[in-house]
Every structure is written in structure tokens, then in C-alpha cells.
């Protein structure tokens, strides 16, 4: 069979249309928010608990799903959760109150929490440690690529066909995709695409398992290492951020900002646009450091997360400004900002456990993370309505600053070697 050059850059392209697919159904209540809460008489703590039992879902199975990818492999799991994902999403439509909502809400994240766990085992096992980043950066584009087109596409079809089209083409995607998933992935040991050379880069570029330990960990040995909570307490304090502009925003508009739905469709998508830029700056600056600065690969990574929480200072400030398009600027540094930190983050799960391990350890990561935006929306939905939306976005800024110092607190001695390994026999 005919060998396709540059194969894992395009393994990683199907994961982030899969990305895509993932918010794009995810986000589609963030766009409908203000007329759901008419339609469906919901208040705004109401809504919260709408979201928060997406978050709930998401934040239990995140490190089961991790689990399961690890055991039964990318293949069949990602395919599987895609397709549960889907079917959920369909079924919004069918929702008749703010309770029926979140019981569709919460199996919706029970399945789309597969999507970051699967991303990062995917990185862990096609690339070398050097274009670890970026392929991270790339694949983490989807997140905010979902986010972007929600808005538009979302708005198009809740007014032209009803809002229970939005849900219903936003989730049928799934089952297209997770269609394409199990017919072309394979893993790079198995894959008959993929060329000798490439395979071998693949392998020499990586750190060998032996050095981090032979096999896999059992759960407990993950967690008690110091570099996953690392990990795990830098997510948890930038995962607010994130949650908050994708269920929050159209929303904050709607009600501080007193636009309409069309609007929202016109300009909710531009902090995402931005979050896509930084996710990608984020991976490229990485290996920048490496080579100009010759700073460690660990370190390397570290840097532009210290350098994404000081940015996150700006979307802080959003309640100081008037017009609501300085607002939705500083929102596009927030975006631009944290999917910078989210690159990098995500992308040490890769650096400092072994492919067996990545899934277990991105999915409870991820679980914390989940816990941070969990807590502070449902502190959104009790507080907004009476003291505003601006000391909230204050205390998003510094929740970065905080993750940030104690990343850097928490990675201190731990180190990974990013230079390939000696070439093997075969290769010689």
C-alpha cells in the first residue's frame, strides 16, 4: 500500500475536525442561551445548572475515558464516545424545561469527555518530543475552531429552520466523523501508510520508555507523582477562563452588553478566532525557546504559560471599558491567552508520561480542570445577576497568575530529554 508522507500531520488533522464536531455541539447551548431561557423559562442560576451538569458529566468521565482509550485503544474508543456524543446532542431539542436540559446536558458530557484524553494519547504516540507542541497547538486549534463556527452556524439554523435544528445538525456531525475515525486511524506501529522513515523518526525522537519507567503505571503511581499535580493544579486554574467564554459570553452580551442574537452571530466568534492563534503561538513557541534560548524542553513550555496568565491581565479588565467591542478585544486576549496555556499544559502530560500513561494521566488532569470550571460556574450563575459580571472576570486573571507560579513551584528539577535517541540498529 502507497506510503503517505508527513502521515501524523494528518492524524492530527482528523483529530482536530474531530475537535471541531466536539465543540461545535458542545457550544451550541452557549449560542442559545438568552432564547432557551425564554423558551424554555429558565432564570440565570437555572441556566447554570444546566451547564454545571454538563460539567459534572464531563469532569466524572473524563479520567474514566482516559482509561478506557488506554485500554482498548484510540481506534474504537474515540469512535465509540463520538457516536454517544452525537446521539445526545440530537436529543436537546426534545428538552421541554431547564431539568430535561441538564439531564441531556450531563450524558453529553459524560461522552464528550474523551475528546482532550484522546488528543493528547494521539500526540503522545505520533510525534517526537521536539513537535510535541505544535502538533498539540494544531490539535487544540479544534476547540476553539467548534467554538468559532458555533456562533454563525448555530444562529443561521435557529432562525431559519427553529432551535432544535441547531442541536440536531450540530450533533449528527459526530456520526459522520467518528465514521471516518475508525475507518483511517491506526496507531504508527500498525498503520499501513506510514513509512519506514517517518516510523523511525517517530520512535529515535521520543524519550525512551525505560527512562521513565517500563509499563504501565497503575493509577495511584500516576497520581503521586509530583509533576501530575503540576499538570493537574495548572488546568485547574486556567479551565475556568475557558469554560466561562464558552457558556458565558453570548450571554454577558445578551445582558451587560445588550446585543441581539444576530450580533452575537456578527462577533461572539472573534475570541476564538484569537484563541486559535494562540494555541498555535503557543506550540511554535516552544521549540523557539529550545532553539534561540536553548532553554530545556520542560522549561521551554513553562515560559510561554508564565507568558499567556500575565496576558490573561487584559480580559480582567473588561468591566473598566465602555464600548462592548473593547470588551469583545479583551476577550480576544483572554481567548488568545489561554489557549496558549492550554497548549503548552496540555502538551507536558505528552513530555513527562509515557504513551501508556498519557490518557490516565491528561484524563485526571482534566478532571480537576473540569472541578475549576464546574465550581466557578455555578458561582457565575449565583453572583451574576447581582453583582455583575466585571469582579468575575478579575478573578479569572488572577487564577492564571496563581496556576502559573505554582507550575513553576511544582516543575522544579523535573526534566525531559527532547533530543532523539541514539538511531536504532535498523536505521543505521
Known amino acids: 500500500m502507497k506510503t503517505v508522507i508527513g502521515l501524523r500531520w494528518w492524524i492530527i488533522a482528523l483529530v482536530c475536525v474531530g475537535t471541531i464536531v466536539n465543540y461545535l455541539s458542545r457550544n451550541a447551548l452557549g449560542v442559545m442561551a438568552s432564547e432557551l431561557k425564554t423558551l424554555l423559562n429558565m432564570s440565570t ?198 469554560q466561562t467564554f464558552s457558556f458565558w459570553i453570548p450571554l454577558y452580551l445578551v445582558s451587560e452588553r445588550h446585543m441581539d442574537l444576530k450580533q452575537i452571530a456578527m462577533f461572539a466568534w472573534l475570541p476564538f478566532l484569537a484563541a486559535d492563534l494562540g494555541g498555535l503561538f503557543g506550540g511554535y513557541l516552544s521549540p523557539f525557546l529550545m532553539k534561540r534560548l536553548r532553554m530545556p524542553l ?41 489557549q496558549m496555556i492550554s497548549a503548552l499544559v496540555n502538551t507536558l502530560a505528552a513530555d513527562v508520561f509515557e504513551p501508556g500513561e498519557v490518557g490516565t494521566a491528561a484524563g485526571f488532569a482534566g478532571m480537576a480542570a473540569w472541578i475549576g470550571g464546574l465550581g466557578f460556574s455555578l458561582v457565575v450563575g449565583a453572583l451574576a445577576d447581582s453583582i455583575g459580571y466585571s469582579p468575575l472576570f478579575v478573578a479569572l486573571g488572577a487564577f492564571d497568575l496563581i496556576g502559573a507560579a505554582l507550575l513553576v513551584i511544582l516543575m522544579r528539577g523535573i526534566s525531559v530529554d527532547a533530543t532523539p535517541r541514539a538511531p536504532s540498529a535498523h536505521a543505521a
Open 298 to 338: 520542560v522549561w521551554s513550555r513553562i515560559a510561554g504559560v508564565v507568558l499567556g496568565a500575565f496576558m490573561m491581565i487584559g480580559p480582567a479588565c473588561i468591566g473598566l471599558v465602555a464600548s462592548p467591542y473593547e470588551a469583545i478585544a479583551l476577550f480576544c486576549v483572554g481567548g488568545f491567552a489561554h
Open 45 to 242: 442560576q437555572q441556566y447554570s445548572y444546566v451547564v454545571a451538569a454538563f460539567q459534572v458529566g464531563y469532569t466524572v468521565m473524563q479520567p474514566v475515558c482516559g482509561l478506557i482509550i488506554d485500554v482498548i485503544g484510540l481506534r474504537l474508543g474515540f469512535a465509540l464516545f463520538a457516536c454517544l456524543w452525537s446521539a445526545t446532542g440530537m436529543l436537546h431539542g426534545l428538552a421541554t424545561g431547564w431539568m430535561s436540559l441538564a439531564a441531556l446536558r450531563g450524558l453529553m458530557g459524560l461522552s464528550e469527555a474523551v475528546a482532550i484524553p484522546a488528543g493528547m494519547k494521539v500526540v503522545a504516540e505520533w510525534f517526537p518530543n521536539r513537535e510535541k507542541s505544535v502538533a498539540v497547538g494544531y490539535f487544540n486549534a479544534g476547540t476553539s475552531l467548534g467554538s468559532l463556527f458555533a456562533p454563525p452556524l448555530v444562529v443561521f439554523l435557529s432562525l431559519r429552520y427553529g432551535w432544535q435544528s441547531a442541536f440536531a445538525v450540530t450533533g449528527a456531525m459526530g456520526f459522520v466523523w467518528a465514521a471516518f475515525w475508525y475507518w483511517l486511524y491506526r496507531s504508527p506501529a500498525q498503520h499501513p501508510r506510514i513509512g519506514d522513515e517517518e516510523r523511525r523518526a517517530i520512535i529515535d525522537g521520543q524519550t525512551p520508555v525505560s527512562a521513565q519507567g517500563q509499563g504501565k503505571r497503575r493509577i495511584r503511581e500516576v497520581l503521586s507523582t509530583r509533576r501530575f499535580w503540576a499538570i493537574a493544579q495548572a488546568r485547574f486554574f486556567a479551565e475556568p477562563a475557558w
